[in-house]
């Protein structure tokens, strides 16, 4: 049942007693049974199947536009093609004296005659001429308004306009109504949608080539790290190793706050307030969280990402995890309240740096069938090209369980590698029965993530952590590693 059908549900009952409800409830089973005409029921509510889809399409926009028609031969060789032909050169534009003449410097933009081979073919305008080699237009060097487009789209090659824009985002639309994918799109719409569409709901089916411009720069871009450390690490009643045990039970052996506290008082004797271990976690993650930015690895070759979702508050959340096949590593994470579009390239970002100086060659990234991933790829690579790069995601999809197709098949192994990666954050967090608050989670995945790429024995990496930090060399008790991170990172 639906959650607010209970409330709905809660609320009659409290309007009814005993007795009204015995005699509501015959009624209600006419009404289920279709014998009272008189009481009418909400209209069954079907969704046409286009309505307010969410896709992405794959392809990304071109950022500079098509050229008329493919390379071509140049002047001269069309020149002796014609001579070849027809015995004869083509001769040069004879020109009346006084007449308007081309800009000397101007040449065909097709096959480069040079300017005695060209004539106006604008009058006084002047900002066009004909090649009498290849019989193509082309403009001449006059200044003319720049197009402002900055997008074309990849399958008409029309350029794209600016459709809808806020803080984080810019989105661009292929206009043309003989576009592929716009006729295609259009012809897949059921008779019904087709009603819709006349009736208004235009917006509501998404037909034309959109393409999604992240701000990258943007300050706002949504990437979940702590802040505001309740205690000031330095100013602390307990000593150090104190702080040390306290993340080692809580996060290393994932034991909730008051478990950790109950462990330091009956094993070691030590006596702290449940409230105080929940503030040293969230200071600590405070301090940490850019030190294990920095100390992460930048993704190569292979890699898995995928979201798994959090309760918090009672609510359904989201953690977002990428891991390296090589290193076993975290190499970028995000928690966001949706699995929309919105949170992904903050955490493309965290995993790659900025587009504009990707730290990464060309990877593989294996994820499920979102197209969060696949807006915040083509996004991501795209700005990488407009900023002067090249792209360097190449995402793989990796849809269900069974292996329908072959690309599914073939990464299946890296889906697997984030699975396991999930099932270890869920054993370390699980025990909190939820997280109370968004920051709260914050603090302990960043944690986390420290714990897992800094200190955590790997089988498969010999018994090592996926990441060898110099100053952990050498020690081997977490309290000890913990504190000494904590140093690093002061
Ligand atoms: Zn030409
Ligand atoms: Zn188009």
Redesign the pocket.
Known sequence: MKNDLRKLLRWVCRKLTYNDLASVVPVLLEVLNGSRQDIELKPQEVRPPHYRQFRVDPQPPLCEPLLPHAPQKDWEELQADHLRATGKTIAKVARRTGSPMPPEKCRCRHCHAPVRYLYLNNGKLGSQVQCKICKRTSPTDKPRRESKARYW?P??G?ALFRWKEDGLCTAFK?P?DH?P?YVRNLAQLTPEEHAMRKAGNTSQFKLR?LFREYHFASQDLPLKRPEDAPVDLNRIHHSLHTLGLCLTFSISLGLSARLTAQALERVFGIRISHQTVVNYIKAAACQLADFTDENSPVPEGTCAADETYIKIGGKTRYTWLVITETRRAICGYNLSETRGAKPTPGFTQSMCAPPAAPQTDALELGTDGLPSYDSATVAYNTAAVVAGGEAVLNKRTVIGLKNLDPESETYRVYKQLIERLNRTYKYHTRPRAGFKSFDGATALTTLFVAYYNFMRPHGSLGGHPPVAIACLKGKRLYPDMWVELLRQAA
């Open positions: 789209c399958h008409c029309y292929c043309n576009c994918v080539y």
